[in-house]
């Protein structure tokens, strides 16, 4: 029982507990290779089918061999990852425990030290600190409410698209045959977009069913909004972004950074090295899972589009999706604000997750802070559109309609406002309309 475990953790000491997890990560990375490969032999012994090139798998044991392989991978790479971090004894080890908190730690740590009656500085590095206004906010959701409707409501059609094109994706596979080309890569292809986009929905309806038991529960808003946008933009073709060069730079220099701040220095390089080739490996995954993904689609060669049926039409729509969906425009725009808002240490200490653990928390201040005025749903209409631009509105204290004071400067009173107003009479302009034109940026556009 978890009671017996905290006792038996206490009476050890750190050491012996240390020796314990090393040993338990270094048995499962001996014991993972021969169980996997008597596991996989069982599965063709139980569930496989004869033909004349030995035995193969119909489509349900071939859904059971791609969790397995699932499962070996993610627990063989976790514990891969443990031991080097384990075997890397001697370093700074209070930082090392801090870090072992794990990012959603950090996420509650930074949500709860905010006071909410107060309003407190999240970004220090801002003119202002970044603070947020609970009527200015309430302002800008009720002023762009209908726009904000739209998008929710493209949002759930992407939700709709995306869970509706994987399960007619399976519904499509062709019949098991253990010589055709790509005819097993389809099937696992299909069956791992399943597999997470169930984990996706499995998350989506866990954190509904947590909120309709605590409603008191004001941050909900900002969950269920990054829940739905995982379903909406899930796709296998996501493993192209860790083709991006400057992707896998970014990442490798804060795994090494991670490694020399908290760890032994000198296995920076390893462990950079070992990120590098797991996201070049998974990369390359991609493309065979963009060639898969084609097939699906190789009715457009057979018939005209004017003979495709409703099915075939949602087949392509969601391929298009899932194109679309490698790189969404609005969270790259969130991202360039996040990175350039979070120090690098900060995102080395608090896990290197994405997003940063501090706008984890700051969304869901923000969700807190409208639930309170207008109320859940309110909330959750706002996360769910929340965009690059939102994040400039909330953060720098700017009027929109306003001519910044450079721009008025260069129009009016810089020299070569002269020089353009000459060659605008020569384009047939009235002096009167120049003149009318400064005296609205003076008086009207620009600063007073």
């Not at 929109?400 to 002269?418: D, F, I, R, Y």
Request: charged fraction near 20%; charge should be neutral.
């Amino acid at each position: 029982s978890t009671y017996a475990v905290c006792r038996f953790r206490m009476r050890c000491s750190d050491s012996t507990w240390r020796w314990v997890k090393i040993l338990g990560a270094a048995g499962w990375l001996l014991a993972a290779a021969p169980l996997y490969i008597f596991i996989i032999q069982q599965i063709y012994q139980q569930l496989g089918q004869d033909s004349d090139n030995g035995r193969y798998l119909g489509p349900k044991a071939l859904c059971l061999d791609c969790c397995m392989k699932i499962f070996f991978f993610m627990t063989v790479w976790q514990a891969a990852m443990d031991l080097l971090v384990l075997a890397q004894h001697g370093s700074n080890q209070a930082a090392r425990s801090a870090l072992m908190l794990g990012p959603e730690k950090y996420e509650d740590l930074y949500y709860f030290f905010t006071n909410h009656e107060r309003e407190d500085d999240f970004f220090p590095c801002l003119v202002g600190g970044g603070r947020l206004h609970s009527k200015e906010l309430v302002e800008v959701v009720r002023k762009d409410r209908v726009m904000r409707v739209l998008k929710l409501i493209g949002l759930l059609g992407r939700v709709a698209v995306t869970t509706g094109g994987m399960v007619l994706n399976l519904r499509a596979l062709p019949e098991r045959h253990p010589t055709k080309p790509l005819n097993q890569a389809r099937y696992y292809v299909v069956y791992l977009e399943l597999i997470v986009l169930g984990w996706y929905w499995t998350m989506l309806l866990y954190r509904l069913l947590q909120w309709i038991v605590d409603t008191k529960l004001s941050y909900m808003g900002a969950v269920l909004a990054d829940a739905a946008r995982d379903i909406a933009s899930w796709s296998s073709m996501q493993l192209l972004r860790n083709l991006s060069m400057s992707r896998l730079a970014q990442r490798t220099e804060r795994v090494m950074k991670e490694c020399k701040y908290f760890f032994a220095p000198s296995m920076q390089y390893i462990m950079g090295l070992i990120e590098a080739v797991g996201y070049i490996t998974s990369g390359l995954f991609g493309v065979a899972v963009l060639a898969v993904k084609a097939t699906q689609i190789d009715f457009v060669s057979v018939h005209m589009m004017s003979a495709y049926s409703i099915g075939e039409w949602l087949r392509l729509v969601s391929f298009t999706m899932s194109m679309v969906n490698i790189f969404d425009i609005d969270t790259e725009n969130r991202r360039a604000v996040q990175e350039f808002l979070t120090s690098d240490y900060e995102q080395v200490v608090t896990g290197m997750q994405w997003p940063p653990a501090i706008f984890v928390a700051w969304e869901r201040t923000l969700a807190s802070l409208v639930a309170a005025k207008e109320g859940f749903w309110t909330s959750f209409l706002l996360m769910a559109t929340i965009s690059g631009k939102d994040y400039k509105r909330f953060l720098i204290e700017e009027d929109p309609e306003e001519c910044p004071v450079l721009l008025k400067e260069l129009l009016t009173n810089h020299p070569l406002s002269s020089e353009r107003s000459a060659a605008a009479l020569k384009k047939g302009m009235k002096p009167e309309e120049i003149e009318r034109i400064k005296s609205w940026l003076v008086e009207e556009g620009g600063p007073k």
